[in-house]
C-alpha cells in the first residue's frame, strides 16, 4: 500500500522558517515526481513546488520562489520542504503529492495519484 506521510508542520512566528518532510513507502518512486500543495481556510488547494527523483529538476510557484526549497533524499525515499522567511500567507496545511515522471513538474492537481494527509503550517503576524 503507497503510503505518503507529512510531517513538521508547526506554528511559527512570520519571518521564521520550517521544514517539512515527507516520507513515501510502498512502491517504487523512482519514475514519480513529487510536490507539495497547500490548501488555507476557505482557499482551493495550490501548487506550491515539485522535484523530479530523476535529475532532480525542481519547479515552484511564483509566490514561494526564493524562500522555499524542495529537496529528496532517494535512499531514502523522503522529499523535504524547507520554508524560510515565512508570512502569514503561507499559513495553510500542506500535502506532499506524487505524480508519474511524465508529468513532472505539474502543478494540476489531477496529475497525482497519491497525496499525503497534510500536515498543519500556522504563521503569525
Known amino acids: 500500500q503507497v503510503q505518503l506521510v507529512e510531517s513538521g508542520g508547526g506554528l511559527v512566528q512570520a519571518g521564521g522558517s520550517l521544514r517539512l518532510s515527507c516520507a513515501a513507502s510502498g512502491r517504487t518512486f523512482s519514475n514519480y515526481a513529487m510536490a507539495w500543495f497547500r490548501q488555507a481556510p476557505g482557499k482551493e488547494r495550490e501548487f506550491v513546488t515539485a522535484?523530479?527523483?530523476?535529475?532532480?529538476?525542481?519547479y515552484y510557484a511564483d509566490s514561494v520562489e526564493g524562500r522555499f526549497t524542495i529537496s529528496g533524499d532517494n535512499a531514502k525515499n523522503t522529499v523535504y520542504l524547507q520554508m524560510n522567511s515565512l508570512k502569514p500567507e503561507d499559513a495553510a496545511i500542506y500535502y506532499c503529492?506524487?505524480?508519474?515522471?511524465?508529468?513532472?513538474?505539474?502543478?494540476?492537481?489531477?496529475?497525482?495519484?497519491?497525496w499525503g494527509r497534510g500536515t498543519q503550517d500556522t504563521v503569525s503576524s
Open positions: 503529492a506524487a505524480s508519474p515522471a511524465l508529468y513532472g513538474g505539474s502543478s494540476s492537481i489531477p496529475h497525482y495519484v497519491y
Open positions: 522535484i523530479r527523483w530523476s535529475g532532480g529538476r525542481t
